[in-house]
């Protein structure tokens, strides 16, 4: 396992605008391309120009393993739905890929590092809600990418 850190920050309120689909641990692969594909041709844009990107995923059912996937960006559109990041604590852990771009395996990881290792010795609860935030630096010489969880204290 690579050597994750885990930062806690402040995050002020952002609208995004974006795209649905309802997702499944199985599917998610072809699933975020699939919405990629469709977001990228209602913002009229190239695949990977739309920048910051964001691939948020809420809501996930540890039973059926569904959850709810909104692709989108900063870009304002009327064929696009409005999301609301609320203001609060996050988590971040930004990664790199583990062979080029291929960023799949990279995600699982820090995924599985945060939910089976940070989070339980944590002072923090998870809030059902995470998300992938590709900036300039994730297309750069020495890629990476931010993965965001929103948190709150334990009571």
């Given at each position: 396992m690579?050597?994750?850190k885990v930062e806690i920050l402040e995050i002020e309120e952002k609208n995004i605008y974006g795209l649905w689909l309802q997702s499944?641990?199985?599917t998610i692969s072809k699933d975020i391309n699939t919405l990629?594909?469709?977001?990228?041709?209602?913002v009229s844009c190239s695949k990977g120009t739309?920048?910051?990107y964001?691939?948020?995923?809420r809501n996930y059912d540890e039973k059926t393993r569904n959850f709810e996937m909104f692709i989108g960006s900063i870009i304002e559109n009327n064929d696009l739905k409005?999301?609301?990041?609320s203001a609060g604590k996050y988590a971040k852990i930004t990664i790199k890929p583990?062979?080029?771009f291929i960023w799949g395996a990279a995600i699982g990881e820090a995924k599985r590092y945060f939910y089976t290792k940070w989070l339980p010795a944590s002072s923090y609860q998870a809030l059902n809600l995470e998300y992938e935030y590709h900036t300039e630096?994730?297309?750069s010489k020495h890629p990476t990418v931010d993965i965001i969880f929103a948190i709150r204290e334990k009571k």
């Open positions: 690579a050597d994750l499944n641990d199985k990629s594909m469709k977001y990228y041709n209602v739309v920048l910051p964001f691939v948020l995923s409005n999301f609301i990041l583990k062979r080029g630096v994730s297309k």
